[in-house]
């Protein structure tokens, strides 16, 4: 079982800049690929990255690649996104989320285990 707390969200205009984190409860934190997924209002969830157990791989989609960053601390247990360059279609719940199976690095809700609370991301153009 991995409990996943992330937080960093906020409200930031057009052009900005946040960091969201997500802690894993796990000490076998190092064990699982992780990812970030989106959820804005009326829509379904969606993926934006994912990065490997070890942090060598890491997989974006093509609507955040090149402003945002996804990372990994496994001293610290930790997940990042830093995200630049916000755009008001950036608006969402963001969600992390971990998977199990070190063999599938996936962009689909279904190949993770885990998932965090969400904390909300507000882009004002």
């Known amino acids: 079982q991995v409990q996943l707390v992330e937080s960093g969200g906020g409200s930031v205009q057009a052009g900005g800049s946040l960091i969201l984190s997500c802690a894993a409860s796990?000490?076998?934190?190092?064990?699982?690929?992780m990812g970030w997924f989106r959820q804005a209002s009326g829509k379904e969830r969606e993926f934006v990255a994912a990065i490997n157990w070890s942090g060598a791989d890491t997989y974006y989609a093509d609507s955040v690649k090149g402003r945002f960053t996804i990372s990994r601390d496994n001293a610290k247990n930790t997940e990042y996104l830093q995200m630049n360059f916000l755009k008001p279609e950036d608006t969402a719940v963001y969600y992390c989320?971990?998977?199990?199976?070190?063999?599938?690095?996936?962009?689909?809700?279904?190949?993770?285990?885990?998932w965090g609370q969400g904390t909300q991301v507000t882009v004002s153009s």
């Open positions: 796990a000490r076998t934190f190092s064990s699982y690929n």
């Open positions: 989320a971990a998977g199990p199976n070190r063999r599938i690095l996936g962009r689909t809700p279904s190949t993770y285990a885990y």
